[in-house]
């Protein structure tokens, strides 16, 4: 059984560093994508980051390119979101998620595996 925990939100002012974690379980993800999307209250869910399991690529929304770093750890078969230079507009659920493939995708409807979520919340 597939199992993603996330941990790491909590609140944070504006310009300050989160890191997320998500611990993966219950089979290899070699041939997987992991990704970070994030919802706003009232919103939908948007993709933030992904990063591919087998080849360290990775892939950024616009609005979080060059602030977010995701990143993996094999041994640990965890894998991370730092968040830099948080914003207001950060403020939302993150929630990891693992797609079977090595193709990515922005597509929250197109990834097989979710955390339950983690909080983050950016005051001004």
């Known amino acids: 059984q597939v199992q993603l925990v996330e941990s790491g939100g909590g609140l944070v002012q504006a310009g300050g560093s989160l890191r997320l974690s998500c611990a993966a379980s219950g089979r290899t993800f070699s041939n997987y994508i992991m990704g970070w999307f994030r919802q706003a209250p009232g919103k939908e869910r948007e993709f933030a980051t992904a990063?591919?399991?087998?080849?360290?690529?990775?892939y950024y929304a616009d609005s979080v390119k060059g602030r977010f770093t995701i990143s993996k750890d094999n041994a640990k078969n965890t894998f991370y979101l730092q968040m830099n230079r948080l914003k207001p507009e950060d403020t939302a659920v993150y929630y990891c998620?693992?797609?079977?493939?090595?193709?990515?995708?922005?597509?929250?409807?197109?990834?097989?595996?979710w955390g339950q979520g983690t909080q983050v919340t950016v005051s001004s």
């Open positions: 998620a693992a797609r079977y493939g090595k193709a990515w995708s922005r597509r929250s409807n197109e990834y097989n595996y």
């Open positions: 990063i591919s399991w087998s080849f360290g690529t990775t």
